[in-house]
């Protein structure tokens, strides 16, 4: 497709197990991008991508948190041992510029 | 500690009036803004952009102010459509990354 895609579109778990995002950006998207957005709050920065150089890991919260990406495509991110807190939107977006274009997220569930 | 602040929650309009919302940063080096739209269950979507090269750019019924001196930008949307109603989040980046700061957004209602 033309846009963003991530998968699964929701996803409920049970607290301490762990979960994987995927998103597939769009071709030729050097960059990409994971957000987070909690109920009531405003997106949160998780970790960027740009093409082969070492990923900005600055917004992920604890190290239960990772993420991968190979080359300019798919990216998982990884959660362990999940807690409630961690309960949320999970959004990729891709860039070539400076605008970014954003899937339609991944909603986690966390009991 | 939030670099990008959206102050107004929520902001009610009625429809073809104008819908001003609002967005303070902290940081002097933010040099590219951007206001996105978000629907309920979905992504947010890209709506209007500014450099700080400029003081103003319109897109249609967008128009986008920034005022470096106060650290301040607006979105302005004239005239407003029930369609618009939505959450507004501005987010700011600059130095050296293309690390982008967002504001908790404003959500708009357009009253028909």
């Known amino acids: 497709g033309a846009g963003v895609s991530q998968s699964p579109s929701n996803k409920v778990t049970e607290k301490g197990k762990d979960v994987e995002l995927r998103c597939d950006p769009i071709?030729?998207?050097?960059?990409l991008y994971w957000y987070r957005q909690r109920l009531g709050q405003g997106l949160e920065f998780l970790i960027y991508?740009?093409?082969?150089?070492?990923?900005?890991k600055s917004g992920l919260p604890s190290d239960r948190f990772s993420a991968e990406r190979t080359g300019e495509s798919v990216s998982t991110l990884t959660i362990q041992r999940t807690q409630q807190e961690d309960s949320a939107v999970y959004l990729c977006?891709?860039?070539?510029?400076?605008?970014?274009?954003f899937g339609p997220g991944t909603r986690l569930t966390v009991l | 500690d939030q670099q990008v602040k959206q102050n107004s929650p929520s902001l009610s309009v009625q429809e073809g009036r104008i819908s001003i919302l609002n967005c303070d940063y902290t940081?002097?080096?933010?040099?590219?803004f951007l206001w996105y739209k978000k629907y309920p269950a979905e992504g947010p979507t890209f709506l209007i952009s500014?450099?700080?090269?400029?003081d103003k750019n319109e897109d249609g019924r967008f128009t986008v102010f920034l005022n470096k001196s106060a650290k301040h930008l607006s979105l302005h949307i004239v005239p407003s459509q029930p369609g618009d109603s939505a959450v507004y989040f501005c987010?700011?980046?600059?130095?050296?990354?293309?690390?982008?700061?967002f504001g908790t957004g404003t959500s708009l209602t357009v009253i028909p």
């Open positions: 977006a891709s860039s070539s510029g400076p605008s970014r274009f």
């Open positions: 071709s030729g998207h050097t960059a």
């Open positions: 991508f740009q093409g082969n150089s070492a990923p900005d």
């Open positions: 940081n002097s080096m933010f040099d590219y």
């Open positions: 500014i450099s700080s090269i400029k």
């Open positions: 987010a700011a980046s600059g130095g050296t990354g293309n690390q982008f700061y």
